[in-house]
């Protein structure tokens, strides 16, 4: 019996704050980068001075033609599930079936500060997303929704209009065991990350964004999905993406900041660094080995970038 195909490369460039942003300029992005290549446009969910998620993507949808949208990923104590049920059906249709819901438990430990959100603890909002997941797919689905938990209680709701994908792609990413396990339960996508243990990106994370530390998180989904594993779309953040020809001088003066070593920077998962070619022969060699084909970069990376996508578009 023949192996199965490796899965498609699917490249997307998060974007949430470009400079000085205005409407034409916005969709000017979208439009580029659907032009270089890319499969999907995401933008991230806090409360400082970014974009609203739900206008930007929309905003986005409206200038393109093929790229996909989403959120990577909308936090979950932001919006009652019944409002982003509403909210996920109508980006779904009117851009004609782009949308992918990206949902997250929350972390950055700012947002709940400043907004005087309680951030309860993360079993607390682990334990919330997954009662939001049983709603919002309640809603999306065909027929009335109700729903009674700890956190949420729906009584008969509708959830008209349904969104055109059946079901709608739902990403859910983190970084610890209790939230890879339900996405591995739940998720058409799962995104990987580093553990935050201090609610923000520094050198606590780096230890947890190890390839052996991947290799674990992936046991954690497999586990969880159990046969539907292989129908899951593996995705990484990538937090650090550098082309350049000195690859190795490169690592050594990064990876003190990521907090590991040079050799585990340049296999961590969510960090690329070398020429395109080396670039894209690393994203080859974690394809065969996690399963990983899923790529979020930053805008930043985005025209460094354009040479790789296009080298993988066939891979």
Known sequence: MPAPAPPPFRFGVQCSSPPDITAPRWQALARKVEDLGYYRLTVSDHL?????????????????????????????????????????????????GRFELGLGAGWMTSDYE????????PGVRIARLEEA???VRGLLSEGP????????RIRD?????????????????????????????????????????????????????????TDR???????????????????????LAIVTDDRTGM???????????????????????????QIADDLLARRERFGIASIGLSLDALDAMAPVVAKLHDA
């Open 145 to 152: 929704c109700s729903f009674e938990g700890e956190h949420y």
């Open 217 to 239: 998180k992936i046991g954690w989904i497999r586990a969880a999905a159990g046969s539907r594993f292989d129908q899951i779309e593996l995705h990484t953040r990538i937090h």
């Open 133 to 135: 997941v049983t709603v």
């Open 114 to 121: 400043a907004a005087g959100i309680a951030m309860d603890a």
């Open 48 to 96: 400082d001075d970014q974009l609203s998620p739900v206008a930007a993507l929309m905003s986005a949808a409206d200038a393109t033609t093929t790229l996909r949208i989403g959120a990577l990923v909308l936090c979950n104590d932001y919006r009652h599930p019944a409002v982003l049920a509403k909210e996920a059906a109508t980006l779904d249709i009117l851009s004609e």
């Open 251 to 277: 690592a050594e003066a990064l990876a003190p900041a990521l907090g590991i070593s040079p050799a585990d920077a340049l296999e961590s998962p969510h960090a690329l660094c070398g020429s395109v070619d």
């Open 157 to 213: 709701l509708s959830g008209s209009p349904k969104p055109i994908q059946q079901p709608l792609p739902l990403l859910i990413g983190g970084g610890g065991r209790k939230v890879l396990e339900l996405a591995g339960r739940h998720a058409e996508i799962v995104g990987l990350n580093p553990k935050l243990p201090n609610g923000v990106i520094d050198a606590s994370a780096g230890p947890d964004a190890t390839a052996l530390a």
